[in-house]
């Protein structure tokens, strides 16, 4: 950022990465508000120097700049003050007799959030212009980011009777029709579940839960879990009659969520029949879609969000929601066409 950038900064009115402190002598106590907030958002430039009055706003500068800056980088780096080590890049501007200090604070990785100080209810976000204190749900859900691609491999206190066995015959039935050759198929029930990652040391993992569990089981263990499905005869909620049409509250395990959800999506598109060699033809490619979604969301989930996951059908659009943060920002997962399920178990299994 050079002195023209943060001119341009200044005179801006959304300040979503960028935060001005007056500093004037010693290192003001709520920079450590901006400092975790901007660790575990996107990042952002910390101006120690400025003074803001509403829109406007005042260059007082820094006294002694050296040892302001001193003082506020060792804090970062000594990893006393803060949970985590913060390497910052400080730049200096001279407005004719003052001096600015601004110090670019970069996003922690998930696997180090949450970034607090002193204790963990000091943990921050950004959000809009303003640093908010996060909630108790937010520093959960950090924590299970930072477990990214491990949770659902965790184990659960339940058993092998917790399972819906009818399920597990659907799904072996399915297994063999997708794959009639493959090793899988000559296995036990139990020897079958183990390879899949449904049963580690005669425990059921979480994964295991949420693909084949009882109803019962599943809400014992995760009371939030349920899938929300949502036809709205409208292009948004006002244009619509009702507020929908059809829903489906599924608190059924994943794979028979996934094939009542399947279901009602194909009867929203029309599906040409067409002949190949004698037999009908693969799917059609918005057929494909629409399955890639749904699958999508189902191994990406967030299952110990308290929100749901959700998907809308409106009259021109199908809308698919699921919480839970992406391993990556998503110009990078575009870029390199990356691939890194939530939930690995789940993701094999479909």
């Known amino acids: 950022m050079n002195k023209q950038e943060l001119i341009e900064k200044l005179e801006d009115i959304e300040w979503e990465d960028f935060e001005v402190k007056e500093a004037k002598s010693e290192v003001p106590k709520n920079a450590w508000e901006t400092v975790s907030a901007f660790s575990n958002t996107a990042g952002g430039w910390l101006v120690f120097g400025v003074k803001k009055e509403g829109k406007s706003y ?29 390497e910052v890049k400080c730049k200096k501007y001279n407005f004719e007799d003052k001096t600015v200090l601004a110090f670019y604070i970069p996003q ?6 949450p970034i607090y100080f002193d204790n963990q209810k000091n943990t921050f976000i950004r959000t809009g212009s303003g640093d908010q204190r996060a909630t108790q749900e937010e520093v959960d859900t950090f924590y299970r980011n930072a477990s990214f691609e491990e949770k659902d491999q965790e184990l659960t206190t339940f058993k092998l009777e917790d399972l819906d066995m009818e399920t597990i015959k659907q799904y072996r039935n399915f297994f063999v029709q997708v794959n009639p050759t ?28 949420l693909l084949f569990g009882k109803e019962d089981s599943l809400i014992e263990a995760m009371p939030n879990y349920r899938i929300e499905y949502l036809e709205i005869l409208g292009t948004s909620y006002e244009d ?80 698919f929601f699921n919480p839970g943060a ?20 789940i993701a094999k299994a479909f």
């Open 58 to 86: 005042e260059i007082l500068g820094v006294k002694t700049p050296d040892r302001i800056e001193q003082q506020f980088i060792s804090v970062l780096r000594s990893g006393n003050k803060l949970n985590k080590k913060i």
């Open 108 to 113: 922690k990785h998930k696997r180090e959030k």
């Open 182 to 209: 493959h090793r899988y198929n000559t296995l036990t029930d139990k020897e079958f579940l183990e390879k899949l990652g449904i049963i580690k040391d005669s425990k059921i993992t979480f994964a295991g839960l």
């Open 240 to 319: 619509a009659p009702t507020r929908y049409n059809y829903r489906l509250s599924s608190e059924k395990n994943l794979f028979l969520t996934f094939f009542d959800i399947f279901e009602r999506l194909i009867k929203q598109i029309e599906i040409p029949f067409s002949i190949k060699q004698g037999v009908r033809d693969d799917d059609p490619p918005h057929v494909q879609a629409l399955r890639e979604a749904l699958v999508n969301l189902i191994i990406n989930t967030d299952y110990f969000s308290k929100t749901n996951s959700r998907i809308r059908v409106f009259s021109n659009r199908f809308e």
């Open 326 to 345: 992406l391993p990556k920002k998503i110009e990078l997962i575009l870029k390199e066409d990356f691939s890194l399920p939530r939930n690995p178990i």
